[in-house]
């Protein structure tokens, strides 16, 4: 599957951005679907994850501000953030889990699909 990442830029501290995230090349929407991030100097990170069903997780720096969901067609996912902090500033890469349909991981090896990246700058 191959997974196009959108919807980064620049905000102010508080302010809100969506990530969207458009699969194609698998005719199943039957997988699981996570976010990541990386800042420079630090390793990657999970952020939030949607299950096939819909089941929803999410790392706790960013429950309460952060809200992944599906779209209609199921072959988009969003990541709605609100209340961005500079501490979100990230590369943020969504990922596709193939093999697990009714959870979703927050463990990035369990993802062996990856899009490109959308780059989130948050100003203080």
């Known amino acids: 599957v191959q997974l196009q990442a959108s919807g980064g830029g620049l905000v102010q501290a508080g302010g809100s951005l969506r990530l969207s995230c458009a699969a194609s090349g698998l005719s199943s929407s039957r997988y699981a679907t996570g976010w990541f991030r990386q800042a420079p100097g630090k390793e990657r990170e999970f952020v939030a994850a949607?299950?096939?069903?819909?089941?929803?997780y999410y790392t706790d720096s960013v429950k309460g501000r952060f809200t992944i969901s599906k779209g209609n067609t199921k072959k988009m996912v969003y990541l709605q953030m609100n209340s961005l902090k500079p501490e979100d500033a990230a590369v943020y890469y969504c990922?596709?889990?193939?093999?697990?349909?009714?959870?979703?991981?927050?463990?990035?090896?369990?993802?062996?699909?990856w899009g490109q990246g959308t780059l989130v700058t948050v100003s203080s």
């Open positions: 949607i299950s096939w069903r819909g089941s929803t």
């Open positions: 990922a596709a889990d193939l093999g697990r349909v009714y959870s979703a991981s927050n463990e990035a090896h369990d993802y062996a699909d």
